[in-house]
Every structure is written in structure tokens, then in C-alpha cells.
């Protein structure tokens, strides 16, 4: 009877086997970030014939005259960086009174060439307030100071080629990970200085930051952020440890009193550098320290990370460098521009909770509600908020066989 039962269930259920056995298995969605780069890649890889011209190297300001501005606007014009009509300035003509007998019998213009002597250059020559618009745009997308100066770095992004466009992105999806599907996340990516939060995978927050320079890296590690802490102290790391010790055997003191950088001993009491011997510091636990307050190095916020390297997120106390080209120059942690809203983000609450736990001005530790996974990464091409791609600086020298 049973065995009965068993083939009349099978036949009955014989079609929908067959029907989920033909179905395709399903796919997770192609990450965005990915889709970004390789639609990318494969633009730049249709390009690279088109070797445009380099722009010669050397500073070119607003309102200058030069040969190169017509190189300028022409690479302008290649990349698509065009201003929308409304925001184009308007260029004023002066008005020439005639006899009304000149209006009526033109006199022809004899043009025999650029002319670059006398005071008035060809118009094509001048580097005017257009053209100014246009490079700060430029600049803008590609994370460098807008202010329409042509220097080191944004010549670089000038004479960016097609080629070099295919091999900053086939390096970075060769290192692509994409972050987790669920929960919060954190990429820092090197060299475009910045970190981008995520919350199931979808970009939540971006903020400038100042990395590692060439000297001291940022290493490329993977870690957990596990707690914010409010008004910091500080315990100057071994490089400045250093150079301190050379100051104080040479006499001199001025740099760590400016910075409010005292001796500590392992009990919590504190000297003035002049008190100490400089081969005390470094032993048995005596260490150069900065109490927390406006001038402290981390700033007002530092986010704790779980890893033996003693690199973590924070602050800073000089907020001007988020302004530079060159964010490389930090001992190897990472600074962030907007620390208030990453602090609100990855405890769950909102800046006026943050700003409100800092005015207390005591030190003290927020856990955050779940570890969130914090990574290092060195991707030389990365989707901006417009939908463009930013392509960072090898600070590291890394590209070359990655």
C-alpha cells in the first residue's frame, strides 16, 4: 500500500520537478561599483587609439596669456567637462562710437596671424573666466583643490590618456572586493583619500580623509570598528617619538610645549620635557603624551579599530589639509573631514548627539551597536557621486604587476 502511494505521489508531482530542475539558478545582482568600472574600461579600451596631446608641464593661472590655452580648451572640450549654459559668464564687448557713414562702408580686417606683440593678445591665448569655470570643474570631480590654477596635479588629470585610464581600472578590478551585502561598512581607499560608508552594500556616506604618506603607508589591512572615542588623548607614535628625543637632547623644547605634549609614566604622572632624560622616554612605559583638548592631534573624535597596528580613524586639528591635492601625509592613520556625521552613522544616532556628547569635554568611550568591518583598500579608479570615475594617484607605487 505504501509503495502504492509513493508512485501515485511521484507521477502527481513529476511536472513541477521537471519545471524547478529547468529553472536557472538565481543570481545575486552584480554589485554597482563593479558594473561602473568595467562599463568604464571598456570606454577607455574603445579610446585608446585616440592619444590626445600633452599639455606641457608648468603653472598656468587665471588671466594669463599662453600658447598652451588652446591645447587646454581643446582637452577641455575631449573630456566633456562643459559648463551648463547658465552658469557660462558673460564676456562684455566695449562699444566703438562710429560716424554713422563708417556703419554704413565697413572697412575690411586684414588678419595675418597671432599677433603676441603689443598689448592686446589674441583672444585664444587668454586663459579668461570660462575657461577658469571649466577647469574648477574639472578639478572638483577629480577631488583636487578648485581653484582653477593648472599645477602638478591637475595637468596630470589634463593629460590623463585613455590608456591610462584602462590601466588604473583593470588594476582596481583586479583588487575589486565588493563590501558585504549586509550591514554597515567602511572602504578607505588610498589614492583618492577618502572613505566611503555602506550600508548593505549601497554608498550612505562619503567624506574626504588624509592618508598615510609615502614614508609612513596606510597598510592595506582589513579591521572592525568597535567604539568612538569622545575628547582623546593622545600617545605621539614612534617616528615623532624620535624626533622629540632628538629636540630634547638638542635643548629644545618649543615644539611640544606649542603642542601641549608632556612626558607620562606608566602611573599617569606627567613631566615637562626639560624634566626628563631623553633615554627615559621609550622605556619602562615613559612615553611622550597629549592630553585631550583643541589642539590634541586626533581632533575631538578618534574611532577605534581592532587591530595590532595601532591604526585607527579620527580627527584632526588641522582641518585645513582636507582642502590640499596632497591628503598622503598623515603617519599612517586616517583622518576624516566629516567626522561628525560618520560618528552619527556608525553609533545609530545624529550629529546633535555627537556634538552634545563632546561638549562634555571628558573623556570617554561610545561602543557601536555591532562591529562594523573597516578595509584598506588601494583601488586607482573610483565611481564619484556624479556617476563619473575618479582616478586616484599611485601614491604607493603599487600599480606596477598588480
Not at 203 to 213: D, K, N, T, Y
Not at 342 to 356: F, K, N, R, Y
Amino acid at each position: 500500500m505504501m509503495i502504492r502511494w509513493a508512485l501515485v505521489l511521484a507521477v502527481a508531482l513529476a511536472p513541477y520537478v521537471a519545471s524547478a530542475a529547468t529553472k536557472p539558478t538565481p543570481v545575486a545582482a552584480e554589485d554597482k561599483v563593479h558594473a561602473q568600472l568595467r562599463l568604464a574600461l571598456e570606454r577607455a579600451e574603445a579610446e585608446l587609439a585616440a592619444a590626445p596631446s600633452a599639455i606641457p608641464v608648468g603653472t598656468l593661472k587665471p588671466s594669463a596669456v599662453d600658447p598652451r590655452v588652446p591645447l587646454l580648451r581643446q582637452r577641455l572640450d575631449a573630456m566633456g567637462v562643459a559648463l551648463p549654459e547658465s552658469a557660462v559668464p558673460a564676456v562684455a564687448v566695449p562699444a566703438i562710437a562710429q560716424p554713422e557713414a563708417a556703419l554704413a562702408e565697413p572697412v575690411p580686417v586684414v588678419v595675418t596671424g597671432p599677433e603676441l606683440i603689443g598689448p592686446v593678445a589674441p583672444a585664444t591665448l587668454i586663459y579668461d573666466e570660462a575657461l577658469t569655470q571649466r577647469v574648477k570643474l574639472l578639478q572638483s570631480r577629480w577631488g583636487l583643490r578648485d581653484d582653477g590654477v593648472v599645477g602638478r596635479r591637475t595637468l596630470r588629470a589634463l593629460n590623463f590618456t585613455p590608456a591610462d585610464e584602462a590601466a588604473s581600472l583593470r588594476q582596481t578590478l583586479a583588487r575589486w572586493q565588493a563590501p558585504p551585502a549586509r550591514g554597515k561598512s567602511i572602504t578607505v581607499n588610498v589614492p583618492t583619500a577618502e572613505i566611503i560608508a555602506f550600508e548593505n552594500g549601497v554608498e550612505v556616506l562619503r567624506s574626504r580623509a588624509v592618508v598615510g604618506s609615502p614614508l609612513t603607508q596606510t597598510p592595506l589591512i582589513q579591521s572592525n570598528m568597535i567604539a568612538v572615542k569622545y575628547n582623546p588623548d593622545w600617545t605621539v607614535p614612534p617616528g615623532l617619538t624620535k624626533k622629540y628625543k632628538a629636540q630634547m637632547a638638542a635643548g629644545r623644547y618649543d615644539e611640544m610645549r606649542k603642542h601641549n605634549v608632556v612626558v607620562k609614566t606608566p602611573e599617569g604622572q606627567t613631566f615637562d620635557p626639560a624634566q626628563v632624560p631623553p633615554d627615559m622616554v621609550g622605556t619602562m612605559g615613559w612615553k611622550f603624551w597629549q592630553p585631550p583638548g583643541d589642539d590634541n592631534a586626533l581632533g575631538l573624535l578618534k574611532f577605534e579599530l581592532d587591530n595590532d597596528q595601532a591604526i585607527y580613524l579620527h580627527d584632526t586639528n588641522n582641518r585645513k589639509l582636507f582642502a590640499t591635492d596632497n591628503r598622503a601625509v598623515s603617519n599612517g592613520c586616517i583622518r576624516v573631514e566629516n567626522y561628525l556625521g560618520l560618528a552619527a552613522w556608525v553609533l545609530g544616532t545624529d550629529i546633535p548627539a555627537v556634538e552634545a556628547a563632546i561638549a562634555t569635554g571628558t573623556t570617554h568611550f561610545a561602543r557601536v551597536p555591532s562591529r562594523i568591518p573597516v578595509r584598506m583598500t588601494y583601488y586607482l579608479a573610483y565611481p564619484d557621486t556624479a556617476g563619473g570615475i575618479r582616478y586616484g594617484e599611485d601614491v604607493y607605487t603599487l600599480a606596477e604587476g598588480s
